[in-house]
């Protein structure tokens, strides 16, 4: 079985600064991707951005990059340039790839965008 | 593509009442999956189809739970009786399941409530 953890329950930052989420998982897979979801307060869940485990290079989406260090199972998400509209609920997610598009959820991060 | 629409949004009822939460997967996608969404124990997944033939029921708390996917265009969970503890929101979410990655979508969520 996998499990997500996301250690920090609420974060802060001021607009237009950068900001880094952090996700560790365990996982005896070697084929698996990761995901950053975010839920702003209308609850929509929206897939913010993807990893795949046999890629060394991390993804990048504008704004949004992460950090994935495979041997030492993490996974962060850096939000740089920080808007109020970032403001939302964060997921860390997992997913097998032999398991049917299973996702396993890390418990969130609260994030706050200060003006 | 109207994406997936679950029905009710909102759901407030009584302990002891049956509940019929219902969702209709993007056209053409052959996964669908409940998940719940609590402040306690977060998002978990309930039941995950495929073809709609359940797959994995194991995040299913209890035998008041049941999830029932007729044909590729429709499921419901119904909870019978309801209890407080079942106060949650429930997202459906749909993917087509190939050889290779393919994102899952959720829907908007019910709140249901149980007084």
């Known amino acids: 079985a996998q499990t997500v953890t996301q250690s920090q329950p609420e974060m802060s930052v001021q607009e237009a600064e950068t900001v880094t989420l952090s996700c560790t998982y365990d996982?005896?897979?070697?084929?698996?991707?990761l995901f950053w979801y975010k839920q702003p307060p209308s609850r929509q869940m929206i897939l913010v951005i993807r990893?795949?485990?046999?890629?060394?290079q991390n993804a990048t989406e504008n704004r949004f990059s992460v950090n994935f260090q495979k041997a030492a199972k993490s996974f962060s998400l850096k939000i740089s340039d920080s808007q109020l509209g970032d403001t939302a609920m964060y997921f860390c997610?997992?997913?097998?790839?032999?398991?049917?598009?299973?996702?396993?959820f890390g418990g969130g991060t609260r994030l706050m965008v200060k003006p | 593509d109207a994406g997936v629409i679950q029905s009710p949004r909102h759901e407030v009822t009584e302990m002891g009442q049956e509940v019929t939460l219902r969702c209709k997967p993007i056209?053409?996608?052959?996964?669908l999956f409940w998940y719940r969404q609590t402040m306690m124990r977060g998002l978990e997944l309930l039941i995950y189809?495929?073809?709609?033939?359940?797959?994995?029921d194991s995040g299913m708390p209890e035998d008041r739970f049941s999830a029932k996917m007729p044909n590729a265009s429709f499921s419901t969970l119904k909870i019978q009786p309801s209890e407080p503890r079942d106060s949650a929101v429930y997202f459906c979410?749909?993917?087509?399941?190939?050889?290779?990655?393919?994102?899952?979508?959720f829907g908007p969520g019910t709140r249901l409530t149980v007084l």
């Open positions: 996982t005896s897979e070697n084929n698996y991707y």
């Open positions: 056209s053409g996608h052959n996964s």
């Open positions: 189809f495929n073809n709609n033939v359940p797959i994995d």
């Open positions: 979410a749909s993917s087509f399941s190939g050889p290779s990655y393919n994102e899952q979508f």
């Open positions: 990893q795949e485990a046999y890629k060394q």
């Open positions: 997610a997992f997913m097998a790839n032999n398991a049917g598009n299973m996702l396993t």
